[in-house]
């Protein structure tokens, strides 16, 4: 069975500086997809960024990008000049990719993140 | 395009009642998945909806259940409700399962607290 984890319960950071949050996962599959979800307040669950296993270039959206290291099954996220907006609890998750696969998505504990302005 | 709704966002009922909950995919989203949010649990996956049939579940008694309606729109329903069930319950839509890449995109969520 897959597994994720997220090991930093909290992180905080000062407004406009780069933080890094940390998930590793476990899996005996080659193709999945891992996510990482943003959960602010108001516990709505919005997706930051998506990246393809198959696909070696580390995905970036805006200020967000990832560090995803398959052979150490790590997917970092890294937040650059961070905004008080950015407050929120960070989710990372997993998805199997197969056709015949089950494709609930798979979640770490969540970290979260504190801006300090 | 309109993103996921979920009715009702806030529920209280006592123990032993039943509820049910209410989720409408983004149009023309096809796949439904409920999860369950507790502090203590965390995230965890109820079922998976396409096409009117359930897909996959997750590790909940029978006493949680859901269906799929033809227009995509998703019920999950709780029968005798426990104190444990307390929880904010995320429904998620996707496009067709096995096409695309699969994101799963969540609705508000409804908050459902039993006393």
């Known amino acids: 069975a897959q597994t994720v984890t997220q090991s930093q319960p909290e992180m905080s950071v000062q407004e406009a500086e780069t933080v890094t949050l940390s998930c590793t996962y476990d899996?005996?599959?080659?193709?999945?997809?891992l996510f990482w979800y943003k959960q602010p307040p108001s516990r709505q669950m919005i997706l930051v960024i998506r990246q393809e296993a198959y696909k070696q270039q580390n995905a970036t959206e805006n200020r967000f990008s990832v560090n995803f290291q398959k052979a150490a099954k790590s997917f970092s996220l890294k937040i650059s000049d961070s905004q008080l907006g950015d407050a929120a609890m960070y989710f990372c998750?997993?998805?199997?990719?197969?056709?015949?696969?089950?494709?609930?998505?798979?979640w770490g504990a969540g970290t979260k993140l504190i801006i300090k302005p | 395009k309109a993103g996921v709704t979920q009715t009702p966002r806030y529920l209280i009922k006592t123990r032993g009642q039943q509820v049910t909950l209410s989720c409408s995919p983004i149009?023309?989203?096809?796949?439904v998945s409920w999860y369950q949010q507790t502090p203590g649990q965390g995230l965890q996956f109820l079922f998976e909806?396409?096409?009117?049939?359930?897909?996959n579940k997750g590790n909940f008694p029978g006493r949680f259940s859901g269906r799929q309606f033809s227009n995509s729109r998703s019920e999950m329903n709780v029968s005798t409700l426990e104190l444990g069930d307390s929880a904010l319950y995320l429904c998620?839509?996707?496009?067709?399962?096995?096409?695309?890449?699969?994101?799963?995109?969540f609705g508000p969520g409804t908050r459902l607290l039993v006393l």
């Open positions: 998620a839509s996707s496009l067709v399962p096995g096409q695309g890449t699969k994101t799963q995109y």
């Open positions: 909806y396409f096409s009117e049939t359930q897909r």
């Open positions: 899996t005996s599959e080659s193709d999945y997809y």
């Open positions: 149009s023309g989203h096809r796949s």
């Open positions: 998750a997993y998805r199997s990719a197969g056709t015949d696969s089950n494709y609930q998505l798979i």
